[in-house]
């Protein structure tokens, strides 16, 4: 007599429960990116457009044909208008630079954890030099002799952020090189770049992407530190960090000349480092 057969039943999983610490601030970022593209349309006015009869109007006032949601600045423009334009200027050059820096930091890590000898001491010794200096002074010190402007500022935000990928990337190649698919592709012929881009990359991407978001954040800091300097973009480009440092001077009696912009920055900022630590917590094998 044959034993009956055994029939499995699917079992349902349990559903993972929302991470607010995660999709939260990615809310917050999905906001700030979709009113940076669609600025031209959902701008109420003209970013340059001035009105000197409505010079440093409060919140909520009307002034001509300006309705003043946010506030006027000292030339009577929309507050509101030069914030959703200042976020196209610093998303723009935050992605930028980090897309750029990130490439080559990351090309390069993997290049002297793979390569090793005078490759791997040429690079981290770079590396080290350049960490070696603040990256905000380094930065001044760059705009200061090629000049400001737009594609100077993400010229020289590649240029300084780029040792950090790159030690994080030479650190994961380390431990990546010795395994036994790798060796094993080393001993079937497989090239260098073959191996670096289709063994080691997929393996460090989760430690760069965690890196690439903190740094995306401080770029948004150093692309509004310089342009409060001025030595970012220059006027009359609506930026947040020009914005913040025209406010300083209105600050007895137009305190929201300063404080939406630095209000942007702080919430725009804390929502991509949350991003970063929920990612971090996420590739972490450490936590899992």
């Not at 429960?17 to 031209?40: D, I």
């Not at 012929?189 to 460090?204: D, E, Q, T």
């Not at 404080?259 to 970063?276: A, E, H, K, Q, R």
Request: hydrophobic fraction near 55%; charged fraction near 10%; charge should be positive.
């Amino acid at each position: 007599m044959s034993a009956p057969a055994l029939t499995s039943s699917p079992v349902a999983r349990p559903r993972r429960p929302l991470n607010l610490a995660l999709w939260v601030p990615v809310a917050v970022m999905l906001l700030f990116v979709l009113a940076a593209l669609a600025a031209p349309l959902i701008a109420p006015y003209d970013p340059n457009a001035q009105n000197l009869l409505g010079r440093l109007k409060p919140p909520g006032t009307t002034s001509r044909a300006f309705h003043y949601w946010l506030g006027s600045d000292e030339l009577g423009r929309d507050l509101l208008t030069r914030l959703i334009h200042g976020a196209r200027v610093s998303l723009a050059v935050a992605f930028t630079a980090a897309l750029l820096s990130g490439t080559v930091g990351v090309v390069l890590g993997m290049l002297a954890g793979y390569l090793r000898g005078w490759v791997e001491v040429l690079v981290m010794r770079v590396v080290d030099i350049f960490l070696s200096v603040p990256a905000i002074l380094l930065a001044i010190i760059t705009v200061a002799v090629l000049g400001p402007g737009l594609v100077n500022v993400i010229v020289v935000l590649a240029l300084t952020r780029w040792p950090r990928y790159a030690r994080v990337a030479y650190g994961q190649t380390l431990s990546i090189a010795n395994t036994p698919y790798v060796r094993l592709a080393t001993l079937m012929g497989a090239g260098p770049l073959r191996i670096l881009f289709r063994h080691v990359l997929p393996n460090i991407l989760g430690a760069v992407t965690v890196v690439a978001t903190l740094e995306f954040g401080l770029m948004v800091l150093f692309e509004a530190g310089l342009s409060f300097l001025g030595l970012g973009v220059q006027p009359p480009t609506a930026s947040w960090g020009s914005m913040l440092s025209t406010g300083r001077n209105y600050l007895g009696n137009a305190w929201w000349i300063a404080t939406f912009p630095g209000l942007c920055l702080f919430t725009l900022v804390l929502s991509i480092n949350m991003i970063g630590d929920a990612l971090r917590d996420r590739f972490d094998p450490r936590l899992h």
